[in-house]
């Protein structure tokens, strides 16, 4: 194994949490690393790609400080996954801002794009303007990234197999990856994982796939046995939503064990790499250590035990609610706006993903029952009457 180095110890005595100790903390850890060569950090390949990552990378979704993502490059990750619509593009703008003076050789990075499948499923968009859309996504997301390529570029959040093989979508991407705007094209999912992954291997095409995989889905046996069959056929696999919400209440009394989390979906092998959110200097630590060590303490593994009896906030788009809501609303979609929101605390990211899909302020309102009928026992109408207020907040009144 490839050998690099990283003294947590050291990093913490010279670094402080906060804004200045982000750019103290990365050169610590630049320092440490031609100090010394005594940790071991895993590396996986990527699939048939050429691509040898460390088994933890960097999703930047949430974060804005550049600060963090040189801590992050500089303490030996490799791949930095962002998307088309994070922060409104700010994210990609960020990125390209710090990644324009360095050697485009020393990192990966991975950018998204979600088409309108509501517009493509209404038939309100034909073949041809879905195609040129996610093209003209992809000119704009590059040029925020000021570079000429991608790594990897995914067809985002396709959460059916018709999704993954949409003609125009799939078009679009094979035809960025013979202009030489990505170097391989993959599909990410958050719901209804076994299915997508499987219209990926059909494909013949896909090069990786990004899915949603943790100790807390009922279902994850059925995802961890596609992403088997993916990896058999060299499909590279990129786990996220590893930390199933970070908290299991509300008002985030009860933190999950998120190293530990972490650990439970990179023991397995067949998954190549991850991309937890990374927004603070002390989250960085502690993904850092799993890059080297992945055995789980006993400790740990009661920490999983226990959260995992506990319903908790994160919603494992197991489809079984699909067509009990008398409206239509795309409840999976609401779910994952209110984890991002109570589990992340993350609001912004919330209100986009409500604006995205045009929930207004409490549409249960006038339902005098609910019809739903969650396998967690979510409180649906209540969650959707809570998430939903923020659809009239502002959006530069959010934190």
């Not at 071991?40 to 048939?48: A, S």
């Not at 550049?66 to 409104?88: C, E, M, R, W």
């Not at 995914?154 to 991407?173: K, P």
Request: charged letters at 25%.
């Amino acid at each position: 194994m490839k050998q690099t180095s990283l003294s947590r110890r050291n990093f913490l005595k010279t670094s402080l949490i906060g804004t200045a100790g982000i750019t103290v903390g990365s050169k610590a850890i630049a320092n440490t690393m031609q100090e010394e060569k005594k940790k071991t950090i895993i590396y996986r390949k990527l699939g048939n790609t050429d691509l040898v990552l460390p088994i933890v990378s960097m999703g930047v979704m949430r974060s804005d400080s550049p600060n963090l993502v040189k801590a992050a490059l500089d303490s030996g990750i490799k791949h930095f996954d962002t998307a088309h619509g994070y922060q409104q593009g700010n994210n990609e703008l960020m990125l390209g801002n710090f990644f324009k003076d360095i050697s485009r050789d020393s990192y990966t990075i991975a950018t998204k794009i979600h088409p309108d499948r509501k517009k493509i499923n209404d038939g309100e968009m034909n073949p041809e303007e879905v195609k040129k859309d996610f093209l003209d996504r992809l000119a704009i997301s590059l040029q925020r990234l000021q570079t000429d390529h991608v790594d990897i570029l995914y067809n985002h959040a396709a959460g059916s197999a018709e999704d993954v093989t949409n003609e125009a979508i799939l078009d679009a991407l094979l035809t960025a990856k013979k202009e030489g705007k990505t170097r391989y094209i993959g599909v990410s999912t958050h719901r209804n994982e076994p299915d997508v992954i499987q219209a990926a291997i059909d494909s013949g095409v896909i090069d990786v796939v990004l899915v949603a995989i943790n100790f807390k889905q009922q279902h994850n046996t059925q995802i961890k046995e596609k992403i088997a069959l993916a990896a058999e056929k060299g499909i590279g696999i990129i786990a996220m939503k590893t930390m199933a919400g970070a908290f299991l209440d509300k008002e985030r009394t009860q933190p999950i064990n998120c190293k530990a989390a972490l650990k439970w979906v990179m023991q397995d092998t067949n998954v190549h790499t991850s991309i937890p959110a990374i927004t603070a200097i002390d989250i960085l630590i502690e993904n850092l250590s799993v890059m080297e060590n992945l055995e789980l303490t006993e400790d740990e593994m009661k920490d999983l035990q226990t959260a995992g009896l506990v319903a908790g906030l994160y919603c494992d788009g197991c489809n079984e609610c699909t067509g009990q809501c008398r409206k239509g609303l795309p409840v999976h979609d609401i779910m994952r706006a209110y984890m991002y929101a109570y589990g992340y605390n993350d609001f912004k990211q919330a209100h986009s993903v409500i604006k995205d899909i045009g929930l207004g302020d409490n549409p249960c309102k006038d339902c005098d029952q609910c019809t739903i009928k969650c396998i967690r026992n979510f409180n649906i109408a209540e969650k959707i009457g809570d998430i939903s207020r923020l659809s009239s907040v502002p959006e530069d009144f959010l934190a």
